[in-house]
């Protein structure tokens, strides 16, 4: 899939998970490392714009931490509670709070969380 399908498709999905995760506009900037309005509003309304290559690194891990919730929690209500629900793992704070702090790698952490309780043990 070339960067530009990739957008397409990915902004797509990362707008409809934003509404089921309940996230604000600042917030979905954050998430998106855009911080101005006016490129924020071409992005969500101009479905043949081509993200950044950073934004697209970060909308893949909105998407796989998305997929990997659903895995987790099979009521989506649960799933899509999870992100705003304090978190022994990450101190007190929900994964929200950890993806808002605005680096890649605070998405990262959370893929990787959620990529290892999605493991079952050998037995």
């Given at each position: 899939m070339s960067?530009?399908?990739?957008?397409?498709?990915g902004?797509?999905?990362f707008?409809n998970?934003m509404e089921?995760?309940?996230i604000?506009?600042?917030?979905?900037?954050?998430l998106?490392?855009?911080?101005?309005?006016?490129?924020f509003?071409?992005?969500?309304?101009d479905s043949?714009?081509v993200?950044?290559?950073?934004?697209?690194i970060r909308?893949s891990h909105?998407?796989?931490?998305y997929?990997?919730l659903r895995i987790l929690?099979p009521n989506?209500?649960?799933?899509?509670?999870w992100?705003?629900k304090?978190?022994?793992?990450l101190?007190g704070e929900?994964?929200l709070?950890e993806?808002?702090?605005?680096?890649?790698?605070?998405?990262?952490?959370?893929?990787?969380?959620?990529t290892?309780?999605?493991?079952?043990p050998l037995?």
């Amino acid at each position: 899939m070339s960067s530009q399908e990739f957008s397409k498709v990915g902004t797509k999905v990362f707008f409809n998970i934003m509404e089921e995760w309940t996230i604000d506009v600042e917030s979905q900037k954050v998430l998106l490392g855009v911080s101005l309005a006016k490129q924020f509003n071409k992005i969500k309304t101009d479905s043949s714009s081509v993200l950044p290559h950073s934004s697209l690194i970060r909308v893949s891990h909105i998407i796989r931490i998305y997929k990997l919730l659903r895995i987790l929690f099979p009521n989506a209500n649960q799933a899509n509670g999870w992100v705003h629900k304090p978190n022994d793992y990450l101190n007190g704070e929900s994964a929200l709070e950890e993806m808002l702090k605005g680096q890649i790698s605070n998405l990262e952490k959370i893929t990787e969380y959620l990529t290892e309780q999605t493991k079952c043990p050998l037995r």
